[in-house]
């Protein structure tokens, strides 16, 4: 047996320490990502079944729609957070720790401004709008709906203060630690949604404690820990806020805010489109389509994850070979994730029927068509995080606008006017996507050919 270990350990430890420090790192985030986004989709799968099993159809539809109006709130960070992974990405590469500190606390200090007075605003308002209307329900969840989202603002806005953390850990290039926490987080809230099966009656406001308040405790928990040991050069500090690096994240932080609204627009109105035009027992078939094949998706995002950091640390050092070797080698592993989601699509009957049984039916089309937006997503994606890496983000904040513009109205045209259901909103989806890649995909191969001109030149 120690033989057999020893045998399998060699090529695992010769891969990994093969490249230079930031290729080590890099390898590293991907196998540990892949162990723990592995467990990740295990217990995601898992929460769907013992969710239905909790409450309706109906009300598992109501839930994801009422989780999709709460991710809008992602927005109200004004971008401080991924300019935060940017700026203390640099500051790290060039072991400026105090400047580093700096910008930690002074992020920290303005998501508690911003997220703290908007959780009261959004407390306040909550009364004065008819739910059960907007989301396309019956009435008699108005009262329950609303309650939830009492529960899912306050959680929200706990989560939006504490998830700082996530953006030091990325910029320090350990992104698979903090795809940990989720993981956590979710495995307590399998836990506490199969005792309420046992021991409560179907309700919203429940499951909403039980899957909203786990992650915050472990990400609490962690942020105490990490700061006082791995992070103790940038750990927060009242005394090293300073509202003059306020301009320095914004500057960057502001284009990563229209391009979140953007995001907010496309991917987390979806639910709510699709209840509009179709009705919620369709958001539960578009979302279980989305899990399935979000198993082949994550493997693509789970490679490309520590790539932004590294990619920002790539271009401090002005180390453009490495960037463009990266890049290729990237191409190759998006092909082979296509041909596995086009397995995984011809499969899907069998496999739906092993994981929910008769529960809900998913339509061949929904699957085909959610396969082939998440296609052009991922290609998408792989141009986006090159580019978010090395800050040059001012065509995307233009070229986003397209998504803000038609994705709504095409919604409804395709959805409503030609009665296409949920998959006009999908199309949708896939169109923009298809306009984003365009320009993306010319802006980074204009990129890569400039640096490889001049990486020559210097050689």
Known sequence: LGYFIDVMNNPIKKFLSKGNERTVAVKK????????????????????????????????????????????????????????????????????????????????FM???????????????????????????SHEYNNEITKTLFVLIIFFCLQMIANVLTAVIAAHQKVALSSLFPVIGNFLSLIIIWFLTKICAPSLIALAFAISAMPIVVIIIASVILYKKQFRKVAPSWKCINVAYIKNLFSLGARFFIIQIQCVILYQCTNILIS????????????????????AMMAFAIVLAPLWPAFTDAYTKKDYRWMQNVY????????????????????SPFAYDIWIGK??????????????????????????????????VKLQTYVTLIGLILHIPMSFFLGKTLGLGAIGVVLSMITINIIYSSFFTLQTVSYTHLRAHETSAHL
């Open 29 to 108: 985030n991907i196998i540990a990502s892949f162990l723990i986004k592995g467990t990740s989709i295990i217990i995601s799968l898992m929460l769907v079944p013992i969710t239905l099993g909790y409450v309706s159809n109906e009300m598992y539809g109501i839930w994801l729609t009422l989780s999709s109006v709460m991710m809008w709130l992602n927005f109200f960070d004004v971008g401080f957070t991924l300019g935060l992974k940017n700026k203390l990405a640099e500051a790290i590469a060039l072991q400026e720790w105090q400047r580093g500190k700096t910008l930690v606390s002074t992020t920290y």
């Open 111 to 137: 998501m508690i401004v911003i997220f703290i007075p908007l959780c009261f605003v959004l407390e306040a308002l909550l009364p004065f709008v008819n739910w059960s209307d907007f989301l396309n329900v």
């Open 276 to 295: 509009n035009v179709s009705g919620p027992e369709d958001v539960t078939s578009y979302n279980i389509a989305y899990k399935y094949m979000n198993v």
């Open 328 to 347: 290729r080698k990237m191409i190759k592993f998006y092909l082979l994730c296509a041909c596995i989601m086009v397995i995984m699509v011809l499969v």
């Open 359 to 392: 529960k809900v039916e998913i339509p061949m089309v929904m699957t085909t068509t959610v396969c082939l937006y998440m296609m052009i997503h991922n290609w998408d994606s792989l141009q986006v995080n090159l580019i978010n890496g090395i800050g040059a």
